[in-house]
């Protein structure tokens, strides 16, 4: 069964940086996709950054494009997520998604218990 | 603005079976499957179903989905107060070449 861990959230000043990080155990990270998905206090989920599963491709969700960097190191089975230029409205639990594919394109099937992320001065 | 739009709350009373509607457009829920998940208050979200009607291990048959055309349902027969959860579909994005997300559904038990 696969365990997704998150950590590196906390509280920063708008315009500062975080970096959070995703640890996986109990299957083989290098074969799945994964997502950040984040959600604001009292919100819905807003998918955020996916990479492929070797790293060859990176999409951004235009309210964090150029700000948010999302990388993995698959010798370590961790997945990443470099914050800069913090804002207030970044406010959020951010969580973890594999991407299964032997459920289906875009099937989610595990999650990280989130890591929360607060943006104020 | 999410891509695929979902009613923002719907409600039932035990026993009571509801369903909660997910549409998108031709180049996602209507060239690909929909997936969906519970999210408890307080809690990650949970995988529901997936390719449109199939439940990963351990769900309950009470839950089940649907698709026709650029439009899928979520149905929960039996409803029970521990049902009472925010729902959200989940496709494939061919142009976007990525998941694309409902807003959410807010399920109350009356």
């Known amino acids: 069964q696969v365990q997704l861990v998150e950590s590196g959230g906390g509280v920063v000043q708008p315009g500062r940086s975080l970096r959070l990080s995703c640890a996986a155990s109990g299957s083989t990270f290098s074969n799945y996709g994964m997502y950040w998905v984040r959600q604001a206090p009292g919100k819905g989920l807003e998918w955020v950054a996916v990479?492929?599963?070797?790293?060859?491709?990176?999409y951004y969700a235009d309210s964090v494009k150029g700000r948010v960097t999302i990388s993995r190191d698959n010798s370590k089975n961790t997945l990443y997520l470099q914050m800069d230029s913090l804002r207030t409205e970044d406010t959020a639990v951010y969580y973890c998604?594999?991407?299964?594919?032997?459920?289906?394109?875009?099937?989610?099937?595990?999650w990280g218990q989130g890591t929360l992320v607060t943006v104020s001065s | 603005q999410s891509v695929l739009t979902q009613p923002p709350s719907a409600s039932g009373t035990p026993g009571q079976r509801v369903t909660i509607s997910c549409s998108g457009s031709?180049?996602?829920?209507?060239?690909?499957?929909v997936n969906w998940y519970q999210q408890l208050p307080g809690t990650a979200p949970k995988f529901l179903i997936y390719s449109n009607n199939q439940r990963p291990s351990g769900v309950p048959d009470r839950f089940s989905g649907s698709k026709s055309g650029a439009s899928a349902s979520l149905a929960i027969s039996g409803l029970q107060s521990e049902d009472e959860a925010d729902y959200y579909c989940?496709?494939?994005?061919?142009?976007?070449?990525?998941?694309?997300f409902g807003g959410g559904t807010k399920l109350t038990v009356l």
């Open positions: 990479i492929w599963y070797d790293g060859s491709n990176k």
């Open positions: 998604a594999r991407d299964n594919w032997s459920y289906a394109r875009g099937a989610l099937d595990s």
């Open positions: 031709s180049s996602n829920i209507g060239s690909n499957t």
């Open positions: 989940t496709a494939w994005d061919d142009s976007l070449n990525r998941v694309v």
